[in-house]
């Protein structure tokens, strides 16, 4: 086995342990061994990241592992974002996230945010709590290809449609997909309000995400 | 029989009458009848009044706790100086405030008689006692478990992943939080004269690993529960909880309020001897949005599956949510389908 694919292969194995000093050191060695960013995130990270997914499904994992894993991921992104650059390796898509209003809860946003990162996304984090009109404001302004809302609480899902109804009023409805998501959302609910896409965990909301930038 | 004599015959293992049913208590008292909930907690006579009220509406069904301040799960993080906010139709939420893991260290046990909301926990505690009518008990407030209330201050996410990076501080900030809810109640007793039950909310429990369950829950949920052995334990965790089903019911509780992730036949025949079971009818799609009929017969079957012998309480998987209409329903399945001895096709 060659160097590169042996550190690709003990990282993705330290990712899966949920051994967060041996991914960071692993991660310096695969840089310092020049194994290109792209590789490093699809075949160690990503692969990984989907491993515990996989042993979370299972009820062998559980949320502190899921945490762990998009901990991570994110400290992953951070130190390839640089080499990245370099590379010219473009974004996938922007894509502005946030909780709604009256909505503290942010361990689904932040994995999912974890994920889609890994995916190539450019992502900005308007974080929890967010009100419609910072909703509308962060389109106006980062102008994303698409807006990522959750809502944990039921009573917090008509922040959803409000966001929505706000986006029409201020004529930015058309220029930007959107996508929910949240323990109490579904499917049939993400339609009834006009949504265009919903994730019903973090992988699903990578794949719908790609396919709606491919709408684009 | 009353609902809450029929709730205490179960706690006990028992058969009552017919199978109690119980609802937890909330926001739901104050937005029914077009209260503001921060109204409601901060004006005692109005909290009275909507709890009354509710009880008079749904006298066929137990409230967990009874008549009780219920400041929400504010108040024993707002002792540790987090910010409060209210909501005009549901309940208060805080903000975490341990941003570095170092603030640990510097965190001590807070006073209730001087910290955050609790002076006023029993200040309300206090009014209610001496304003209620004559047959109502009061209970004291819930109480959050001590991995909610350690969560609560560290924020969900980091408090679970300091379980891997920093486990010495995760037991420190679970001594805190346990010293800090036994302290409370003690408080709560002071003010009573002494309670007959504690009821805890933990759900973080169910979202983590047996070996973290064992390491950073189940010796704090024991210190409280072992601490006030002469009351009667009652424990809400509304996330799946099969993974450590036995353990849980070892940390000494007598009715446990489960999810409704969890297979309720075999939750009762696994911990069904020991323990009351109460619950759990999935909250959303089937208590808050199914018909009368889709309710009923939800409870028809829980009923049988968990009714026989006793020892069982219906109640809902999750927060009690309303609407009125669900409550009835719940209440009249008890009434045509769980009359003891239980006789179901």
New interface residues.
């Given amino acids: 086995m060659e160097n590169s694919e042996k550190t690709i292969t003990d990282l993705r194995e330290a990712f899966v342990n ?1 051994d ?1 000093n041996r991914v960071n050191e692993l991660l310096k060695k695969a840089i310092e061994e020049n194994i290109p960013p792209r590789e490093i995130i699809e075949k160690a990270i990503r692969q990984g990241a989907d491993e515990v997914g996989k042993k979370y499904e299972a ?1 062998e ?5 899921l ?2 894993s998009g ?1 991570m991921m994110k400290e992953a992104i951070e130190l390839l974002k640089p080499m990245m650059q370099a590379d010219g390796i473009s974004s996938s898509g922007k894509i502005v996230f946030g909780t709604v209003k ?1 909505d ?4 689904g946003k ?1 994995i999912v945010i974890s994920m889609l990162s890994v995916a190539g996304f450019d992502i900005t984090d308007a974080g929890v ?1 967010i009100s419609s009109e910072k909703f509308v404001s962060e389109v106006r302004e980062k102008k994303p290809d698409i807006l990522c809302m959750s809502s944990l ?3 917090t899902m008509p922040e959803l449609n409000l966001v929505i109804e706000e986006l029409k009023k201020a004529g930015l409805r058309n220029k930007v997909k959107i996508m929910v998501g949240g323990r ?1 959302v579904t499917e049939e609910y993400a339609r009834e309000i006009g949504a265009d896409s919903f994730g019903k965990d973090a992988y699903e909301a990578v794949e719908k995400a790609k396919q709606l930038m491919k709408k684009r | 029989m009353t609902p809450r004599e029929r709730f205490m015959i179960a706690a006990r293992l028992q058969e009552p009458d017919q199978v109690p049913v119980a609802f937890l208590r909330g926001s739901y008292d104050a937005t029914r009848i077009g209260l503001h909930v921060k109204d409601y907690i901060f004006d005692y006579k109005k909290k009275l009044n909507a709890q009354l009220k509710l009880m008079e509406r749904f006298s066929g069904c137990a409230f967990v706790p009874g008549i009780n301040p219920d400041f929400g799960i504010v108040a024993e993080a707002s002792a540790f100086g987090t910010e409060v ?1 209210y ?1 005009e ?2 309940p208060p ?1 805080c ?1 975490s405030i341990i941003k570095q893991i170092e603030e640990i260290d510097r965190i001590k046990v807070p006073d209730p008689h001087r910290d955050g909301l609790l002076p006023k926990v029993l200040e309300a505690y206090k009014y209610l006692i001496d304003n209620v009518p004559s047959n109502c008990e009061v209970d004291p407030q819930a109480i959050r478990g001590p991995m909610d209330l350690a969560s609560a201050l560290r ?3 980091p408090f ?2 300091d ?3 920093h486990p010495e501080h995760v037991h420190k900030l679970m001594e805190i939080a346990t010293q800090t809810q036994i302290d409370f109640v003690k408080a709560m007793d002071e003010t009573s004269g002494g309670s007959n039950i504690i009821f805890m909310c933990d759900d973080i429990p169910g ?3 047996p070996k ?1 369950f064992e390491e950073f829950g189940f010796p704090y949920m024991k210190k409280i529960f072992q601490t006030f052995s002469n009351k009667l334990k009652i424990y809400h965790n509304c996330k799946n909880s099969m ?1 450590i089903l036995e353990r849980l019911a070892n940390t000494s509780f007598q009715v446990f309020n489960f999810s409704f992730e969890n297979n309720i036949a075999e939750t009762k025949k696994r911990i069904g001897k020991r323990t009351c079971l109460m619950g759990n009818v999935e909250p ?1 799609g089937i208590f ?1 949005k199914g018909s009368q009929r889709e309710i009923e017969d939800i409870c028809r079957e829980q009923i049988k599956m968990a009714g026989p012998g006793g020892g069982y309480i219906l109640s809902v998987g999750g927060g009690c ?1 309303g609407p009125d209409q669900s409550m009835d329903a719940m209440i009249s399945a008890a009434d045509k389908y769980g009359k003891y001895p239980i006789v179901i096709d």
């Fill in positions: 949920i967060s009820c994992y559980f949320l502190p592992e945490v762990m901990d009256g503290l809860h942010d361990i932040n709590d609480l039921t009573h109490p | 906010f909501y139709k549901e939420m903000t924020g969900v996410g679970l992943s379980m891997y990076k979202l983590i690993s973290f993974h959303i808050l949510y």
